[in-house]
C-alpha cells in the first residue's frame, strides 16, 4: 500500500469499519470523511505532492497542530475542530488496530476547548402550542403527516433521523404502545407511544395518497419518496414565524422538551436515560442544568426579595 490509491482505499475501508460495525450515523460518516479530506488537503500542501500512505506514519503532533491553526485560522468553532480531532484520533487508532500503521502523535495534540452548551428546549406552552397547530389536519396529507413527525419528537424523545427512519410496519398504531427504536451505535431502546401519536400517525396513513408496503419509509415525501429532514426543520421554521418561538426551536428542540419536561415533572434520570438512548448518564445529566436555569428563572421572578 504505497500509492495513492492504496490511501484512498483505506480510507474506505475505515469508514465502511464506522458503516458497518460501529453502526455510525449518515450524518457522522459524512463529517469524519470530510475532516479526513480535508486533513489529506492540507498535508498535500504541506508536502507539495500527492499523499502516500506510508506519510501517515512520518507525522510528529507539530503537524497536527498546525493543521487545527490553520482551521480555526479560517474561523473553524472549537465544537467543529473537536470533532475533526475525533475523527484523526479514532482513523489512527484504527490503523494500529488493523496493524496498517502506528502514529500516537494526534494523541499528543490536546484536544480544542469545546464552550459548556446547554439544551434549549421549548416550555410546556411552547410545545403544546407547536404539536397543536399542526393538528387540525383532515385532509391535507403532508401537513397529517408533519404533525404525526412532530409528535414523535416532542411525545417519544426521537430523533429526526430516527422518526424518519422508521418503516411502515413500525407504525405504531392502537395496537402497538411501543416502538423498538435503534439509536446512535445500534443501541436500542423501548420507547412508550401516547394515544395522541397513534392518532396522528393514524391520520396520516389514512390520508397519504401512496400504498405503502411494509418495509417502505413510513413517512413519504410529496412525490412518493423518503421524507427529507429539510421538510420538517421547514416547518419548524414556518412555526416559529406563526408562533413567536424563538430561533431556537427546532425540530431537536422538540426531544430536548421531552426530557425537560419529563424531568420537570419528576421523572428519574435514569428513566430519561433509557428513553433517550444516551449511552452514558453523564450525557443526560445536562438536563438538570436546564431544569435548575427554569427554576432559579421562577424564583428570581417570584420571590419577593429577589
Keep these: 500500500m504505497e500509492d495513492d490509491q492504496s490511501l484512498e482505499l483505506t480510507l474506505q475501508a475505515w469508514l465502511d469499519h464506522l458503516r458497518h460495525e460501529r453502526a455510525s450515523s449518515a450524518n457522522t460518516l459524512e ?12 498535508l498535500k500542501a504541506e508536502f507539495g505532492r500527492e499523499l502516500l500512505l506510508a506519510d501517515f506514519e512520518a507525522l510528529d503532533a507539530r ?7 490553520a482551521r480555526r485560522k479560517r474561523g473553524i468553532q472549537s465544537r467543529s475542530l473537536s ?14 488496530k488493523r496493524d496498517i500503521l502506528k502514529n500516537r502523535s494526534v494523541m499528543q495534540v490536546q484536544m480544542p476547548k469545546v464552550p459548556h452548551g446547554v439544551p434549549k428546549p421549548l416550555t410546556i406552552e411552547k410545545a403544546q402550542a407547536t404539536v397543536a397547530s399542526t393538528m387540525d389536519q383532515k385532509i391535507d396529507w403532508e401537513a397529517a403527516r408533519n404533525a404525526a413527525v412532530l409528535l414523535l419528537l416532542y411525545g417519544c424523545g426521537l430523533r429526526i433521523s430516527e422518526a424518519l427512519g422508521l418503516k411502515r410496519r413500525d407504525a405504531p398504531l392502537k395496537d402497538r404502545d411501543s416502538l423498538v427504536i435503534k439509536g446512535k451505535g445500534g443501541r436500542e431502546r423501548l420507547v412508550p407511544v401516547l394515544r395522541i401519536v397513534q ?18 419509509p413510513l413517512f413519504l415525501g410529496a412525490k412518493g419518496g423518503p421524507l427529507s429532514p429539510r421538510i420538517i426543520q421547514l416547518t419548524m421554521k414556518r412555526l416559529r414565524e406563526e408562533l413567536g418561538l424563538p430561533e431556537t426551536a427546532t425540530p431537536h428542540a422538540l426531544r430536548h422538551s421531552f426530557a425537560t419536561h419529563l424531568l420537570s415533572a419528576g421523572a428519574d434520570l435514569r428513566q430519561i436515560q433509557e428513553l433517550l438512548g444516551h449511552a452514558s448518564l453523564s450525557t443526560t445529566q445536562i438536563y438538570t442544568e436546564v431544569d435548575r436555569e427554569r427554576l432559579l428563572a421562577v424564583y428570581n421572578a417570584a420571590h419577593p426579595r429577589a
Design 31 to 42: 463529517a469524519y470523511a470530510r475532516d479526513i479530506q480535508q486533513f489529506s488537503n492540507f
Design 63 to 69: 503537524v497536527f497542530r498546525r493543521f487545527m491553526a
Design 83 to 96: 470533532r475533526t480531532m475525533s475523527a484523526l484520533r479514532a482513523f489512527f487508532r484504527w490503523l494500529e
Design 199 to 216: 392518532d396522528a400517525v393514524a391520520n396520516y396513513l389514512e390520508l397519504c395518497p401512496y400504498p405503502l408496503q411494509q418495509d417502505d
